[in-house]
């Protein structure tokens, strides 16, 4: 059983960078065909697609957070990492992790709340 769960600071203060880890067990992040996203919810919205890593290694973002966005990942801990900079209150959500492949996402993170305040 693949499970994922997010760890990181749940305020973080405008324009600082805001930075998640997905921890992943019962699989491997290099695993063949699988795709490591990250996803958010603002508050009375709907998810949106921040960007992925894939089993490559290979990475690919939502081309309107891109300029502030990486995904990095550390095979010998078999995590992932996320880091949007330049926050502002808009970033303020609800942070998902989810492994995906072509058919869609399989499993998820149980979510964790990011705060943008000062």
């Not at 067990?25 to 990250?38: A, D, F, P, R, V």
């Not at 880091?83 to 992790?97: H, M, N, R």
């Amino acid at each position: 059983q693949v499970q994922l769960q997010e760890s990181g600071p749940g305020l973080v203060k405008p324009s600082q960078t805001l930075s998640l880890t997905c921890t992943v067990t019962g699989g491997s992040i290099t695993t063949n065909l699988y795709y490591w996203s990250w996803i958010r919810q603002p508050p009375g919205k709907g998810l949106g697609w921040i960007g992925y890593i894939a089993y490559s290694g290979d990475t690919n973002l939502s081309p309107s957070l891109k300029s502030r966005t990486s995904i990095s990942r550390d095979t010998s801990k078999n995590q992932f990492t996320l880091q949007l900079s330049s926050v502002t209150p808009e970033d303020t959500a609800v942070y998902y992790c989810a492994r995906g492949d072509e058919r869609g996402y399989d499993y998820w993170g149980q979510g964790t709340q990011v705060t943008v305040s000062s």
